[in-house]
Nanobody
Framework: QVQLVESGGGLVQAGGSLRLSCAASGGTFSNYHMGWFRQAPGKEREFVAAIRRGGVRIDYADAVKGRFTISRDNAKNTVFLQMNSLKPEDTANYYC???????????????????WGQGTQVTVSS
């Protein structure tokens, strides 16, 4: 069974930066597509970013383009989310997820992911 553990969340002022990490264990990490999602109180879970196995194709939500960068280190079984120029509206619990389907056409739907981490809280003060 795949296990995912996020870390790196915290409190930061608007305009600051954080780097989230998601450590994976179980299975073969390099075979999985990886995604980041977030959920704020009273809001639905939303897609943030995704990276396919191999790391060539990357997708971002419009709200974070130009500010967030997703990357992966297959040798360390870890996916990262570098978050720069943070805004108060970025405040949310951030989750990483793994999609084991090698033929996944899109990576923006939470329902398609097979495994989820417990989340890490990001709070951006104004």
């Amino acid at each position: 069974q795949v296990q995912l553990v996020e870390s790196g969340g915290g409190l930061v002022q608007a305009g600051g930066s954080l780097r989230l990490s998601c450590a994976a264990s179980g299975g073969t990490f390099s075979n999985y597509h990886m995604g980041w999602f977030r959920q704020a109180p009273g809001k639905e879970r939303e897609f943030v970013a995704a990276i396919r196995r191999g790391g060539v194709r990357i997708d971002y939500a419009d709200a974070v383009k130009g500010r967030f960068t997703i990357s992966r280190d297959n040798a360390k079984n870890t996916v990262f989310l570098q978050m720069n120029s943070l805004k108060p509206e970025d405040t949310a619990n951030y989750y990483c997820a793994a999609d084991l389907n090698p033929f996944a056409a899109v990576l923006t739907r939470g329902s398609q992911y097979d495994y989820w981490g417990q989340g890490t809280q990001v709070t951006v003060s104004s």
